[in-house]
């Protein structure tokens, strides 16, 4: 059983650049999410998806970011027009709902993202 | 809305000593419970859960008893090694099923 794998680890992009990072969750785990952690901080929340449905979504996404899930499995986040303070590391989580489960959610690796 | 309160560190100890690291948390309802950890350039792995009051959650030689009526989670070990350098975060799971994160711990063992 493979863990969450994300795509790309590392990306560097020029300010004002888009750049799209890729989730591929636990198999069958119907909830995804995605956090958001700078350095010394504990990861923030930005939005979680159950199946393909956008449940919610933090105010901390702003209008240029996008997340999108279109068939219940993988997802995709994508930062347009990118800033400085979008610097980060970008984590996908996913877990099972249900009693059995515990809902537990598992996290990525993570994708570093920096904007010169 | 809920949040959790970690104690401040860095924290640094020697081989074989006992660790504790606080942890408070604000929330309404019964939220789960639980302590992450992150290695340097790694995402978090779960360490440990709780998700109902009085339960002792464990793995790996740390542990964590779930406290309402202080509204804690503390963090220990008996006796850490140096691999247990990382940084530790306290987070709860309350009716959104999203997790809270406190600011994290960064610990370090010295041989």
């Known amino acids: 059983d493979t863990g969450v794998s994300q795509d790309p680890r590392h990306k560097i992009t020029k300010r004002g650049q888009n750049v799209t990072f890729r989730c591929d969750p636990i198999?069958?785990?119907?909830?995804l999410y995605w956090y958001r952690q700078t350095l010394g901080q504990g990861p923030e929340f930005l939005t979680y998806?159950?199946?393909?449905?956008?449940?919610?979504k933090s105010r901390l996404l702003s209008d240029r970011f996008s997340a999108e899930r279109p068939k219940g499995s993988f997802s995709t986040l994508e930062i347009q027009r990118t800033e400085q303070g979008d610097s980060a590391m970008y984590l996908c989580?996913?877990?099972?709902?249900?009693?059995?489960?515990?809902?537990?959610?598992?996290f990525g690796e993570g994708s570093w993202l920096t904007v010169v | 809305g809920d949040s959790v309160t970690q104690m401040e560190g860095p924290v640094t100890l020697s081989e074989e000593a006992f660790l504790t690291i606080n942890c408070t948390y604000t929330?309404?309802?019964?939220?789960?419970l639980f302590w992450y950890v992150q290695y340097p350039g790694e995402g978090l792995q779960l360490l440990l859960k709780?998700?109902?009051?009085?339960d002792k959650g464990s793995n790996k030689g740390f542990e964590a008893t779930y406290r309402k009526e202080t509204t804690s989670f503390h963090l220990e070990k008996g006796s850490v090694q140096v691999s247990d350098s990382a940084v530790y975060f306290c987070?709860?799971?309350?009716?959104?099923?999203?997790?809270?994160f406190g600011q994290g711990t960064r610990l370090t063992i010295n041989p």
């Open positions: 989580a996913s877990s099972l709902t249900g009693e059995i489960s515990g809902n537990t959610i598992y």
């Open positions: 198999s069958e785990h119907n909830r």
């Open positions: 998806f159950q199946n393909e449905a956008q449940l919610e």
């Open positions: 929330a309404t309802g019964y939220p789960s």
């Open positions: 709780a998700t109902k009051a009085d």
């Open positions: 987070a709860l799971s309350g009716g959104a099923q999203k997790l809270v």
